[in-house]
């Protein structure tokens, strides 16, 4: 089965600063991906989803970004982080199931 | 535009009892639907596929239900245990792999 690498766990970011959250995916190829966020109690919202190199859908506009430089990574940026951007953050890989990572807690200060 | 509903009240039960979770969906024409588990920290774990050619599909304990008709899905967790407390989503594939979930219906099973 596949594994999703995602990492750091936990990121705390002062407002105004850069952000790279990366993920990788192991045991399949040519997956679609995807970035989610997670509030507090609250649903899985779709940030970006991604179906080939360099192919990027945007759910939501905002100030974050996506990038799939290669087949099996998926990258979550932003230049300047607001607070509202603070969450769980978490990748997944889908085919005919959803593998997660095991998300990133970000917290912007 | 799509939407995906589930009940975002707390359903507490009692041990032993049938947890019965609601999914109802708008302006999807699935192939399939997906049931996952959260646990507080983690990341959905995938539970159960249903297709849409299927009305009721088993998986030990678990069990889902399937009507087009109604556009809407029923998850069943027999005989629950306090370990069955977690977040339970549906989910749906629209076009262009867009993965789209519920936001989450939270179960609590009390002793």
């Known amino acids: 089965s596949q594994t999703i690498h995602q990492w750091p766990a936990t990121l705390v970011q002062p407002v105004g600063s850069p952000l790279s959250l990366e993920c990788t995916v192991e045991?399949?190829?040519?997956?679609?991906l995807y970035w989610y966020r997670q509030a507090a109690g609250r649903g899985l919202q779709l940030l970006f989803y991604?179906?080939?190199?360099?192919?990027i859908s945007s759910e939501v506009p905002q100030n974050l970004s996506a990038s799939r430089p290669q087949d099996r990574q998926f990258i979550l940026s932003s230049k300047k982080l607001l607070l509202s951007d603070s969450g769980f953050y978490l990748c997944a890989s889908f085919a005919s199931e959803a593998f997660f990572g095991q998300g990133t807690r970000l917290t912007v200060v | 535009s799509q939407k995906i509903e589930q009940n975002s009240e707390a359903l507490n039960i009692q041990e032993g009892k049938t947890a019965t979770l609601t999914c109802n969906y708008t302006?999807?024409?699935?192939?399939?639907l997906q049931w996952y588990r959260q646990d507080p920290g983690r990341g959905p774990v995938f539970l159960l596929l249903i297709r849409e050619n299927e009305k009721e599909k088993r998986k030990e304990r678990l069990k889902v239900t399937f009507d087009t008709t109604l556009k809407q899905s029923l998850f069943h967790i027999t005989a629950s245990q306090p370990a069955d407390s977690a977040t339970y989503l549906c989910a749906l594939k629209g076009g262009g792999n867009k993965l789209t979930f519920g936001t989450g219906t939270q179960l609590k099973v009390e002793l």
């Open positions: 045991g399949t190829s040519n997956p679609n």
């Open positions: 302006n999807y024409s699935p192939a399939y």
């Open positions: 991604s179906v080939g190199i360099g192919q």
